[in-house]
């Protein structure tokens, strides 16, 4: 199928800065024997994870800390002052407060006094519902430089006392900074799909992240995450793998175009079950779970960083982003990197 330009071809979007924050504290699988009944063993043979980062207050780790500090690198890499960004958008289920938006907070710390900001909620897929967003607005000639950010702290929702989901868990940030081009490179599709007849297999209780009982007050902790971890890690392959499949033929392209595979760091088991279902060798499928578990909305942007910043990603290549998370809601993206 050929690729359809889109009504408004006039412009495209390209990534021109991606960044990242972890908070400082790293919890290891060993840290985590002495919380709950399990072992460094279990850990990394069911999951790939060593280790996570987790936030704190006392830090100045907060949401929108995290999202602050990730986007600074991005507009640094990109060599854009802070008033050019005309449009905010965050992918987060853990923002500071309900209101005002997280966007809206870091619009502030970055003095970006031209931009308008939201938010969007669509758990793990956060932060490539948001980029699909910016990207359309840009298409569309509405915005012309956006920061796109993807910032989640689950250590906040997460139940400490559950081992089968307080193993997974983590706290980071990641940002790009988008801008239009009317070359035909950078962003080239965005897929974004959700079940919401799904819902409960994967839904936190009403909270925020503001003031969290993270690793201690265990008994007061009245939100907290529940997932069903056997049904959610079928359904995250498939889902992966059809969106990334739908992304390909659009593009007429097939697996073996692509350079790099950046796909949502749940488990290192769903990866290499992604790799397997699109036939790409394992050595394209760019994965840092051992380094920082699941960071939900964070874990696309902070990944595509790492691999940016590692030069992983050369210029023409052909990057596929691959989401699922909360909702359900599942998501893609092809990127033809133009820096
Ligand atoms: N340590 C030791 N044993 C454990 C632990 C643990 N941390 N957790 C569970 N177990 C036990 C279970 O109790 C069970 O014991 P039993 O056989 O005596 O009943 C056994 O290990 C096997 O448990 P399973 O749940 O079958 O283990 P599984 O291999 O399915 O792995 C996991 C569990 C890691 C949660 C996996 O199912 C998974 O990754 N699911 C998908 C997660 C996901 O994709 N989530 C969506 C995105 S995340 C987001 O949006 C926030």
Known sequence: MERKPSIHSMYQTQIIGTGSC?????????DLED???????????????????ISSNNENETTTELATQASLKAIEMAGIENQDIDLIITGTVTSDRQFPSTSCMVQDS????????????????????????????????????ALVIGVDRLS????????STCVLLADGAGAVV???TTENQGILSTHIRSDGALWELLYSSPGNSYSPKILNDLDQMTYHLRMEGKRLFKKAINCLTSIAKEALQYNSLSSSDIN??????ANQRIIEGLAKSLAIPLEKMYSNIQLFGNTSSASIPIAL????????????????????????????????WSR
Do not use: M
């Open 22 to 30: 972890l908070p400082k504290r790293v919890l290891t699988n060993k």
């Open 35 to 53: 919380i709950v009944d399990t072992s460094d063993k279990w850990i990394t043979r069911r999951t790939g994870i060593k280790e996570r980062h």
């Open 110 to 145: 970055l003095k970006a006094t031209r931009a308008a900001g939201f938010d969007v909620s669509a758990g793990c897929s956060g932060f490539l519902y948001a980029l699909s967003i910016a990207d359309n607005a840009i298409r569309c000639g509405t915005s012309k430089t």
């Open 156 to 163: 906040s929702i997460t139940n400490w006392l559950d081992r």
């Open 178 to 180: 988008l801008n239009s």
């Open 260 to 265: 790099l595979v950046v796909p949502h760091q």
């Open 305 to 336: 960083d790492n691999a940016n910043r590692e030069g992983l990603i050369k210029k023409n290549d052909y990057v596929l982003l691959s989401s699922f998370g909360a909702g359900l809601t599942w998501a893609s993206s092809i990127l033809n």
